[in-house]
């Protein structure tokens, strides 16, 4: 009888999620400000690559590339040189990239809410020193910090996606509205939800890969999986690995 059971629930277990065959994915967990992490994580990221043999490679960073540590710039400009390179990698847009385009938009509650949460970091990265930064108001601030940070760089910001599909996995920063078809979801659900969707423990429909909230070590769930593990303080900056049914992880 207890063989039989065993024998019921191994086949009414669900398949375990996958992407595509021939592809190879390599997410990123929220970087805020942390070139040295990224650059460091890049390599191990290339180095695990090439033992895995052939296949389509694609990065995919989860957002939050901005504040909080100290080269916000850097990171921008790396992830930028990385789309300009060829190499296939996608970007979605965190709740900072979001705060911190509306400032550049024009928007001084944008811009007090951005240094809020932490967005000082990410304007000294871009050509402030302390000592001008203290003097100057929000209202003197705004239009100079729209001068500094290159058009290049805001163009590049403005153009990263709300939500990725691939295969049984759907990336977004930071998580989904639970019993809503995600095809309907919202941009702001998309980068700001946390306790609703984290508590929730039913199907979401595929298995959501985000970041926006911390934890200790990766945070994998049958209907997530949480790959935010604080690179900005804790010096750990992690990518989720996914080919076929396989998944693996890589960290700093």
């Given at each position: 009888?207890?063989?039989?059971?065993?024998?019921?629930?191994?086949?009414?277990?669900?398949?375990?999620?996958?992407?595509?065959?021939?592809?190879?994915?390599?997410?990123?967990?929220?970087?805020?400000?942390?070139?040295?992490?990224?650059?460091?994580?890049?390599?191990?990221?290339?180095?695990?690559?090439?033992?895995?043999?052939?296949?389509?490679?694609?990065?995919?960073?989860?957002?939050?590339?901005?504040?909080?540590?100290?080269?916000?710039?850097?990171?921008?400009?790396?992830?930028?040189?990385?789309?300009q390179s060829g190499r296939p990698a996608r970007f979605l847009m965190g709740n900072h990239e979001e705060v911190f385009l509306k400032a550049l938009n024009g928007s001084l509650e944008a811009l007090r809410f951005f240094?809020?949460?932490?967005?000082?970091?990410?304007?000294?990265?871009?050509?402030?020193?302390?000592?001008?930064?203290?003097r100057l108001d929000y209202a003197e601030l705004l239009p100079e910090l729209v001068r500094r940070v290159p058009a290049e760089?805001?163009?590049?910001?403005?153009?990263?996606?709300?939500?990725?599909?691939?295969?049984?996995?759907?990336?977004?920063?930071?998580?989904?509205?639970?019993?809503?078809?995600?095809?309907?979801?919202?941009?702001?659900?998309?980068?700001?939800?946390?306790?609703?969707?984290?508590?929730?423990?039913?199907?979401?429909?595929?298995?959501?890969?985000?970041?926006?909230?911390?934890?200790?070590?990766?945070?994998?769930?049958?209907?997530?999986?949480?790959?935010?593990?604080?690179?900005?303080?804790?010096?750990?900056?992690?990518?989720?690995?996914?080919?076929?049914?396989?998944?693996?992880?890589?960290?700093?």
């Amino acid at each position: 009888m207890v063989l039989k059971l065993f024998r019921r629930a191994i086949e009414s277990a669900p398949p375990a999620a996958q992407v595509p065959a021939g592809t190879r994915l390599y997410a990123i967990g929220d970087i805020h400000g942390r070139l040295d992490l990224l650059d460091q994580l890049l390599f191990r990221i290339e180095a695990d690559n090439r033992t895995r043999g052939d296949g389509s490679t694609q990065l995919i960073f989860l957002g939050d590339l901005v504040d909080r540590g100290p080269n916000s710039a850097g990171v921008v400009q790396r992830a930028l040189e990385i789309r300009q390179s060829g190499r296939p990698a996608r970007f979605l847009m965190g709740n900072h990239e979001e705060v911190f385009l509306k400032a550049l938009n024009g928007s001084l509650e944008a811009l007090r809410f951005f240094v809020k949460i932490g967005g000082r970091a990410t304007i000294l990265s871009y050509g402030f020193d302390e000592a001008e930064y203290d003097r100057l108001d929000y209202a003197e601030l705004l239009p100079e910090l729209v001068r500094r940070v290159p058009a290049e760089h805001v163009a590049f910001l403005r153009a990263f996606e709300d939500r990725i599909a691939i295969g049984d996995y759907l990336f977004v920063h930071a998580g989904v509205r639970p019993r809503v078809p995600l095809d309907e979801q919202s941009g702001g659900d998309l980068r700001w939800i946390r306790s609703e969707f984290l508590d929730f423990r039913g199907d979401h429909g595929a298995v959501v890969v985000h970041g926006h909230t911390i934890t200790d070590q990766v945070e994998e769930r049958p209907n997530r999986i949480g790959i935010d593990t604080g690179a900005f303080a804790s010096g750990r900056l992690t990518a989720l690995g996914l080919e076929g049914s396989d998944r693996w992880y890589l960290s700093t």
